[in-house]
């Protein structure tokens, strides 16, 4: 369990009922970003609920694929040959350059007071998953991104099922969650440790 409670100060206001958050959590990430790809998700339905899900989904190690569907990048990963190997064609990272973009648009303090605010309704969601502390599980999703190994290019892979895995073992046995930021390029965790700070 945390030392102490996540994010910020609260505002002070009243919040509707779950089931009715959605204008509220709208016009209160407006005021933390702009990004178009940011008001994409706001474009959706039931955001508190996805958040806790996707939240949730990383800590356990999974992807949070299904609650960013519109984020989902428009062009397919690609694999080049060098020498005798296959390795992830550079050219793919750039997939993610816009959601990094989305995610760096945040203001940290902004994100830190919005998450404090919309807590109690995000805590009412999580107990629809399970009992515990949902300040726990966040801090389980963050330090699981933040463990994910900085992998220096070329990145090998092999051939799997109908795509491709990681060719060194230890990558490969990273949860679906660490392999997914992985595939967003060498730079993207240091990029996020340092925001971790």
Known sequence: IPDRA??????SIALPPLNETDPIVRDLVKKISSHPSIAAWLATDDLIRHFTIGVADVAAGKTATR?????????????IERGNDLVI??????????LAAAVASMDADGSARLYATLKPRIEEA?????????DRTLEQAIVRLLQTPTVDDPIRVVPRGVG???????????TAAQKH????GPRAPR???RRGR
């Open 191 to 193: 990029r996020d440790r």
């Open 67 to 79: 609650q960013l569907l519109m984020l989902r990048p428009s062009s397919g990963f690609r694999v």
């Open 181 to 184: 930021l992985l595939r967003t």
């Open 126 to 134: 999580a107990k629809e998953l399970s009992d515990s502390s949902f």
């Open 164 to 174: 491709y895995g990681y060719a060194d073992p230890r990558l490969e046995e990273l």
């Open 6 to 11: 996540l994010g910020g100060p609260a505002e």
């Open 89 to 98: 064609d550079p050219r793919s990272y750039a997939r993610y350059d816009t």
